[in-house]
């Protein structure tokens, strides 16, 4: 089992930066796959960004130039810098963590986080 901890987030005006952070905790896992997805409402959940273990950074085109996804893989961590924040980026934030425990593949979501953008 996997425990995820996500803090950040809150009330920022247009042009603002917020980070995000997702810690990982728990017994034997391995993680193959980190991300970001946020869900605004009245629409789906949506892939912000997403880093794989290879390290190779993948993001939605809407915040592409403006995230940036990171992550430490010796301390299970993964951060989400956002700049130059939009209103159209207000949405509830969700860690994504995919990894191997007991030799088997499984998909843990953290906690969201509220993210709003507005003067």
């Known amino acids: 089992q996997v425990q995820l901890v996500v803090s950040g987030g809150g009330l920022v005006q247009p042009g603002g930066s917020l980070r995000l952070s997702c810690a990982a905790s728990g017994n034997d896992f391995s993680i193959y796959d980190m991300g970001w997805y946020r869900q605004a409402p009245g629409k789906q959940r949506e892939m912000v960004a997403s880093?794989?273990?290879?390290?190779?950074?993948n993001y939605a085109d809407s915040v592409k130039g403006r995230f940036t996804i990171s992550r430490d893989s010796a301390k299970n961590t993964m951060i989400l810098q956002m700049n130059s924040l939009k209103p159209e980026d207000t949405a509830v934030y969700y860690c994504?963590?995919?990894?191997?425990?007991?030799?088997?593949?499984?998909?843990?979501w953290g906690q969201g986080t509220q993210v709003t953008v507005s003067s």
């Open positions: 880093i794989p273990s290879d390290g190779l950074t």
């Open positions: 994504k963590v995919s990894a191997i425990t007991q030799q088997t593949p499984y998909t843990y």
